[in-house]
T-cell receptor, first 109, second 115 residues
Framework: SQQGEEDPQALSIQEGENATMNCSYKTSINNLQWYRQNSGRGLVHLIL?????REKHSGRLRVTLDTSKKSSSLLITASRAADTASYFC?????????FGQGTRLTINP | NAGVMQNPRHLVRRRGQEARLRCSPMKGHSHVYWYRQLPEEGLKFMVY????????ESGMPKERFSAEFPKEGPSILRIQQVVRGDSAAYFC?????????????FGSGTRLTVV
């Protein structure tokens, strides 16, 4: 299975701290994407990193990709209460995105 | 542009009934994907369709489930003779290209409850 696996499954930090989530996958990929899901809502695309890229930034988000280790990390800096959500990595295979189980992030005020 | 529209948002069906879930992709998007999400779990791929064609249905159960994306109108995910195990959130996503540079756009989902 190409499914990504996030680590940790749950993360609780104080507002203002940085949050780091990791994702591992098993097979070759074209790209890796991170999505956020607020409780009871659909997924929102955050960032896409291609297999030939190593790092990408978007606002307070920083994503790294290590294809030799088949892993990626998502860093959210200066966390806010509104960042509370589940975060999923998704790997792009031949024709579809395959999602991991997600990390549930809670930002405490 | 209203984004990906799914309806209904909530659907309650008795065991044995049929469930029809609709997805209208974003304007200009011809690629549609259906995913299922159980509580506290990630999304599981079900089916990938382009207009009038099923491209990949490897994630869809062989029985009771079917999907279509006609030339006109929304994509439909149909579940016949629903069972309690079908209770889940079903999400639709769309894209303009097969490998979109900016990821997929997801709808808000249909939450199916089988009683």
């Amino acid at each position: 299975s190409q499914q990504g696996e996030e680590d940790p499954q749950a993360l609780s930090i104080q507002e203002g701290e940085n949050a780091t989530m990791n994702c591992s996958y098993k097979t070759s990929i074209n790209n890796l994407q991170w999505y956020r899901q607020n409780s009871g809502r659909g997924l929102v695309h955050l960032i896409l990193i291609r297999s030939n890229e190593r790092e990408k930034h978007s606002g307070r988000l920083r994503v790294t990709l290590d294809t030799s280790k088949k892993s990626s990390s998502l860093l959210i800096t200066a966390s806010r209460a509104a960042d509370t959500a589940s975060y999923f990595c998704a790997t792009r295979g031949a024709q579809k995105l395959v999602f991991g189980q997600g990390t549930r992030l809670t930002i405490n005020p | 542009n209203a984004g990906v529209m799914q309806n209904p948002r909530h659907l309650v069906r008795r065991r044995g009934q049929e469930a029809r879930l609709r997805c209208s992709p974003m304007k200009g998007h011809s690629h549609v994907y259906w995913y299922r999400q159980l509580p506290e779990e990630g999304l599981k791929f079900m089916v990938y369709l382009q207009k009038e064609n099923i491209i990949d249905e490897s994630g869809m159960p062989k029985e009771r489930f079917s999907a279509e994306f006609p030339k006109e109108g929304p994509s439909i995910l149909r579940i016949q003779q629903v069972v309690r195990g079908d209770s889940a959130a079903y999400f639709c996503a769309s894209s303009r290209e097969e490998q979109p540079a900016l990821g997929y756009t997801f709808g808000s989902g249909t939450r199916l409850t089988v009683v």
